[in-house]
């Protein structure tokens, strides 16, 4: 999954569009995209839009964002807005690992334990309990800078410096506990290069895709989250001189004036993956 993108429940018009936008996921928000007022009417609104869009032959993969485990409408946007056949659940700002568990019996109730539980990790008690949390049976999970940094008190910068430790400890937690992690949102959606030196510093940091809230940005997403043909070439290349070096029993090899070993092998591999290759 590299991009993930965002659309409000509460506007049907969005939903025949949704299909042609390319996203590898799209998720139907009742959190953030939702007033107030229409948290409750929202829910018809979401189950409707998954909907039609699991009915269209090749669409994207879609999840539902219910409202945080320790708000009013949580258990009724579980039991309501959720059709079988979507991916997942997105369940926002968790911090404990007694919400997952929370989470989980709703699904169960619900008839949905099969779902897939992604975890926004966006809060300073989501932070510091990543580790913990960012494991089964959460299998997705997204960064969220923007409420972390509102709950933290601190100031949000174009820059990203404020984030970093967060942002990093949030990619380090999910490697370890083998969840798919998608990194925070550029909420400038006009402005291209922002976007994509945002992803780029995700990518650096162990991210694997993007939270998109413009269709624009889906394009973008890809293109920071897919190697590049060279990117692949020279991975492919430099496999195929260390596998053969490896079995004439050499651990290290010279390659582009760079020496190669596991760590780099291993990295090689990881683009090839990404790509699609074996």
């Known amino acids: 999954m590299r991009s993930l993108l965002f659309a409000p429940a509460t506007k049907p018009e969005l939903v025949a569009k949704l299909a042609d936008r390319g996203a590898d996921a799209v998720v139907f928000d009742l959190e953030d995209a939702v007033p107030l007022g229409a948290k409750v009417t929202a829910r018809p609104q979401a189950r409707a839009g998954a909907e039609t869009l699991l009915a269209q ?36 700002k968790v911090e404990s690992g007694e919400q997952v568990q929370v989470v989980r019996a709703a699904l169960a109730a619900a008839h949905l334990a099969e779902l897939a539980i992604m975890a926004g990790i966006e809060t300073a008690a989501g932070v510091v309990r990543a580790d913990a949390l960012l494991a089964p049976p959460v299998t997705h999970a997204y960064f969220g800078a923007e409420d972390y940094i509102s709950d933290l008190g601190g100031v949000r910068t174009a820059h990203n410096q404020e984030v970093l430790y967060a942002r990093s400890r949030v990619a380090l937690a999910a490697r370890v506990g083998g969840v798919h992690a998608l990194d925070q949102v550029v909420t400038d959606f006009g402005d291209d290069r922002r976007f994509l030196a945002d992803a780029a510093e995700g990518a650096m940091l162990g991210y694997r895709g993007k939270l998109c809230i413009h269709p624009a940005q889906v394009t973008l997403a890809h293109q920071a989250f897919t190697p590049s043909a060279e990117d692949v070439a020279r991975a492919r290349a430099l496999l195929a001189a260390y596998e053969d070096a490896a079995a004439a029993g050499q651990g290290a090899i010279a390659f582009d004036g760079q020496m190669v070993d596991e760590p780099l092998a291993r990295q ?11």
């Open 57 to 92: 032959p090749e669409g994207p993969a879609v999840w539902i964002r219910v409202n945080a485990v320790p708000t009013e409408w949580f258990e009724a946007d579980v039991a309501e807005a959720i059709p079988r056949g979507v991916a997942g659940v997105v369940v926002p």
């Open 268 to 278: 090689a591999r990881d683009i090839v993956f990404r790509a699609g290759g074996d």
